[in-house]
């Protein structure tokens, strides 16, 4: 079974840069189109970037332009590099298969404040 592991959140200042990565247990990660999410409190978890196979990415307009998603398949890794982080920003971010397939992990946290 898969395992994610997410981390590299913490918190920062509006402006700011964080680069979260999502490490995978297991084999075939390069077979799946990958997402980040986040979940704000008291909001529904949101897809905000995913990346496909072959390393297409697409993004939700909130973060475009300020997020780019990469993938190195050799390392079952999946990152988020987040600039010119805002307040709006903050939430926990997971990532997962491009539609949630696996079970969640833990999550990191990404706290934006002045």
């Known amino acids: 079974q898969v395992q994610l592991v997410e981390s590299g959140g913490g918190l920062v200042q509006p402006g700011g840069s964080l680069r979260l990565s999502c490490t995978a247990s297991g084999d075939f990660f390069s077979l799946y189109n990958m997402g980040w999410y986040r979940q704000a409190p008291g909001k529904q978890r949101e897809l905000v970037a995913d990346?496909?196979?072959?390393?297409?990415?697409n993004y939700v307009d909130s973060v475009k332009g300020r997020f780019t998603i990469s993938r190195v398949n050799a390392q079952n890794t999946v990152y988020l590099q987040m600039n010119s982080l805002k307040l709006e920003d903050t939430a926990v971010y997971y990532c997962n298969q491009r539609t949630g397939l696996f079970p969640w992990g833990q999550g990191t946290q990404v706290t934006v404040s002045s």
């Open positions: 990346i496909t196979r072959s390393g297409v990415t």
